[in-house]
């Protein structure tokens, strides 16, 4: 099956910092990838839709210039948080889609973001 | 304003048994709802789904049924197994929205050895 990776699997940052998570298709290409944040017992909220070579789509509500979309390559697709601070804490969530159905998108392991 | 609902946040049963998972939603433009298994820490794994022009869709163990007029879809795992033990998701989207899914808040099912 589809596999998607993210790295770091988590990581601690201090305050003000940014940081930087990929997101990758190991065994196919992806036009479109999406990002996703969970906060602890709730759903999963779609922040942002990354399209190769194209600017990223967000979600009302979503600070673009604090969540900056790169989607390179059609294998990576890279979020990166700006000057974080304690209430950017969350799992981050990739997941892509290789062109298919709505039922296509495979999602990654998650990365566990905490600011301290 | 949340779109997809469920309203369990969390269910028991016995090894064995039917576990039933329910789902609500507000939108009727969706017409194609999937429903996905989380572990903590981990991403979601895709179940099953079903489009809008069945009601029934049925995988090995998992079965899952939709009611358009009730705008309501359930999942139905028989027999519950151990390791089914996770949180489970319903997602709702549109053809045409560009992939995009829209998700329920989970429920937490636990299978009782």
């Known amino acids: 099956g589809a596999v998607v990776s993210q790295h770091p699997s988590r990581v601690i940052c201090k305050s003000g910092t940014s940081v930087k998570i990929e997101c990758r298709s190991l065994?196919?290409?992806?036009?479109?990838m999406f990002w996703y944040r969970q906060f602890p017992k709730q759903s999963l909220m779609l922040m942002a839709t990354s399209n190769e070579g194209s600017k990223a789509t967000y979600e009302q509500g979503v600070e673009k210039d604090k969540f900056l979309i790169n989607h390179a390559s059609l294998t990576l697709s890279t979020l990166t948080v700006t000057s974080a601070h304690p209430e950017d804490s969350s799992f981050y969530i990739c997941?892509?889609?290789?062109?298919?159905?709505?039922?296509?998108?495979?999602f990654g392991p998650g990365t566990r973001l905490t600011v301290l | 304003d949340q779109q997809v609902k469920q309203n369990s946040p969390s269910l028991s049963v016995q090894e064995g048994r039917i576990s039933i998972l329910n789902c609500d939603y507000t939108?009727?433009?969706?017409?194609?709802f999937l429903w996905y298994k989380k572990y903590p820490a981990e991403g979601p794994t895709f179940l099953i789904s079903?489009?809008?022009?069945?009601d029934k869709n049925e995988d090995g163990r998992f079965t899952v049924f939709l009611n358009k007029s009730a705008k309501h879809l359930s999942l139905h795992i028989v027999p519950s197994q151990p390791g089914d033990s996770a949180v489970y998701f319903c997602?709702?989207?549109?053809?045409?929205?560009?992939?995009?899914?829209?998700f329920g808040t989970g429920t937490r099912l636990t299978i009782i050895p």
């Open positions: 079903i489009s809008s022009i069945k």
């Open positions: 065994d196919f290409q992806a036009t479109t």
């Open positions: 997602a709702a989207t549109f053809w045409g929205g560009n992939e995009k899914l829209t």
């Open positions: 997941s892509a889609s290789p062109s298919g159905g709505p039922g296509e998108q495979f």
């Open positions: 939108n009727s433009m969706f017409d194609y």
